[in-house]
Nanobody, 129 residues
Framework: QVQLVESGGGLAQPGGSLRLSCAAS????????MSWARHVPGKGLEWVSG????????YYAESVKGRFTISRDNAKNTLILQMNSLKPEETALYYC??????????????????????WGQGTQVTVSS
């Protein structure tokens, strides 16, 4: 069965960086787009970033654009989220998610009501001084 396991969360200072990883198994990783989403207390689930199945295109929420970078290594079935210049309000549980297609639109409707096809357990990111 599909399995997604996040790692790399922890404590960072404001302005600091963290690198999250997601190990995928149980499906053909290279055939599906992947996303990161986060649950922020008081805000619910927020889609953060997505990447096409072949890694040719990436998409970001406006709030993280320029600071976060999504990437993938299809040979290793691994998804990455590099987070720089972290802000305290980005304290959240970060989830890796499998998308439903190889190249979804990632338009406002898709990400505004984001429902991943499968989810990991999440990794906690805390940004605090």
């Amino acid at each position: 069965q599909v399995q997604l396991v996040e790692s790399g969360g922890g404590l960072a200072q404001p302005g600091g960086s963290l690198r999250l990883s997601c190990a995928a198994s149980g499906f053909t990783f290279s055939s599906y787009a992947m996303s990161w989403a986060r649950h922020v207390p008081g805000k619910g689930l927020e889609w953060v970033s997505g990447i096409y199945s072949d890694g040719t295109d990436t998409y970001y929420a406006e709030s993280v654009k320029g600071r976060f970078t999504i990437s993938r290594d299809n040979a290793k079935n691994t998804l990455i989220l590099q987070m720089n210049s972290l802000k305290p309000e980005e304290t959240a549980l970060y989830y890796c998610a499998k998308d439903r297609a190889a190249r979804p639109a990632y338009d406002d409707d898709y990400v505004g009501e984001y429902v991943g096809d499968a989810w990991g357990q999440g990794t906690q990111v805390t940004v605090s001084s």
